[in-house]
C-alpha cells in the first residue's frame, strides 16, 4: 500500500460534517445550526461558556442525541436518521464518562470490554469475558498509546485521576475508531498531567480527526489546529487558533471574562 499524498480522496473527504445541526429540548435551542468539519489529521477545539452547547453538539456528533434539523454525514454518509450504533462502527468514538470506567476492574479489562462492547454483539461479550481473543490485542495498542502499559494490571479504582483520564481515552481507542470526541478530558487535572495528555492529544490528531471540547485556553491554543467559538448555541466564530485570538467578536463575547 502506497502512502496517501495529497490528493487522496479518502484524505480530502472529512471524516464528519455537519451542516446548520440544530438540537431543541422543547423551547430551548442548545445547538442552533452549528457547521463543522472534523478531519484525519486535525485537533479541533470547540470552545465557549458553560451552557453554551458544547456536550450536546458532542453528543450529536456521537449519535447519542439525534438531531432536530440540518445535515450531519460520516464518511460522507447520510447518518441524521443512525442510530447511536452505527456512529461507533462507522469509526466515531468518544471519550467514556468516568461512571463507565469500572472501579473494581483492572485498566486491561476495563479496555478490553469496551473493546468488545464495541465490536461484538452483546451475546459475544458474556461469553467471552475471560476468553482470549482479538480485543485482548486492541486493548493493550490503546493502553500502550496513551501510556498506560506499566498499569495496565492494576484496579481502575486506585489509578490518579490523571490516569482515569488516560483510561478513558484508550476505552475509546480500543475500538479502532477514525474520529475521537472529547469532552473536557482534562477536567481537574493538576497542570503536569495536564500537560501530558495535551501532549497525548496531539500526538493522537496525527491519526484521527479529534474534537476536543476544553475550557483551559492555554492547552486549547497550544494544540488547536481550528477552532469553533459557540455562545447560545451558535457558532459566534470558526478558524486557526490565531483567527480566533485576533477576532474582536471572540474577545466582546468570550475570551475577556470566560469562566
Ligand atoms: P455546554 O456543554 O456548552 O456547557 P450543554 O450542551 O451541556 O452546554 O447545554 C446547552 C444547553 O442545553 C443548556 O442550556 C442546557 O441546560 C441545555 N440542555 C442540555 N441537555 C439537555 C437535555 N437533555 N434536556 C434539556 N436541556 C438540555
Ligand atoms: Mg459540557
Known amino acids: 500500500m502506497s502512502a496517501p499524498g495529497i490528493a487522496d480522496p479518502a484524505l480530502l473527504r472529512p471524516a464528519l460534517e455537519a451542516v446548520g445541526?440544530?438540537?431543541?429540548?422543547?423551547?430551548?435551542?442548545?445547538?442552533?445550526?452549528?457547521?463543522?468539519?472534523?478531519?484525519?489529521?486535525?485537533?479541533?477545539?470547540?470552545?465557549g461558556p458553560n451552557g453554551a452547547g458544547k456536550s450536546t453538539l458532542t453528543?450529536?456528533?456521537?449519535?447519542?442525541?439525534?438531531?432536530?434539523?440540518?445535515?450531519?454525514?460520516?464518511?460522507?454518509?447520510?447518518?441524521?436518521?443512525?442510530p447511536a450504533w452505527r456512529f461507533a462502527r462507522a469509526g466515531i468514538g468518544r471519550s467514556f464518562q468516568r461512571?463507565?470506567?469500572?472501579?473494581?476492574?483492572t485498566v486491561l479489562?476495563?479496555?478490553?470490554?469496551?473493546?468488545?462492547?464495541?465490536?461484538?454483539?452483546?451475546?459475544?461479550?458474556?461469553?467471552?469475558?475471560?476468553?482470549?481473543?482479538?480485543?485482548?490485542?486492541?486493548?493493550?495498542?490503546?493502553?500502550?498509546?496513551?501510556?498506560?502499559?506499566?498499569?495496565?494490571?492494576?484496579?481502575?479504582?486506585?489509578?490518579?485521576?490523571?490516569?482515569q483520564r488516560q483510561l478513558e481515552i484508550a476505552m475509546a481507542l480500543a475500538a479502532g475508531p477514525t474520529v475521537l470526541l472529547l469532552d473536557e478530558p482534562l477536567a481537574g487535572m493538576g497542570p503536569e498531567e495536564s500537560e501530558r495528555l495535551a501532549a497525548?492529544?496531539?500526538?493522537?490528531a496525527r491519526d484521527h480527526a479529534l474534537l476536543l471540547i476544553e475550557h483551559d485556553m492555554d492547552v486549547v491554543f497550544a494544540v488547536a489546529d481550528c477552532m469553533t467559538v459557540m455562545v447560545d448555541g451558535q457558532v459566534l466564530e470558526h478558524g486557526t487558533p490565531?483567527?480566533?485570538?485576533?477576532?474582536?467578536?471572540?474577545?466582546d463575547a468570550y475570551l475577556g471574562h470566560a469562566a
Open 109 to 163: 479489562e476495563n479496555v478490553r470490554l469496551a473493546a468488545q462492547a464495541r465490536l461484538t454483539p452483546a451475546r459475544r461479550l458474556l461469553r467471552s469475558a475471560a476468553a482470549e481473543g482479538p480485543p485482548i490485542a486492541a486493548a493493550e495498542v490503546a493502553i500502550a498509546r496513551v501510556g498506560l502499559s506499566a498499569a495496565a494490571g492494576r484496579v481502575a479504582g486506585t489509578l490518579s485521576h490523571g490516569q
Open 59 to 82: 453528543n450529536l456528533l456521537s449519535g447519542e442525541l439525534r438531531p432536530t434539523s440540518g445535515e450531519l454525514r460520516v464518511n460522507g454518509e447520510d447518518a441524521m436518521r443512525w
Open 200 to 204: 497525548l492529544l496531539r500526538e493522537l
Open 242 to 251: 490565531a483567527q480566533v485570538r485576533g477576532s474582536a467578536a471572540v474577545r
Open 99 to 105: 461512571t463507565d470506567v469500572l472501579r473494581e476492574m
Open 21 to 47: 445541526l440544530t438540537k431543541r429540548f422543547g423551547g430551548l435551542v442548545a445547538v442552533g445550526g452549528v457547521s463543522l468539519t472534523l478531519r484525519v489529521g486535525e485537533l479541533h477545539a470547540v470552545i
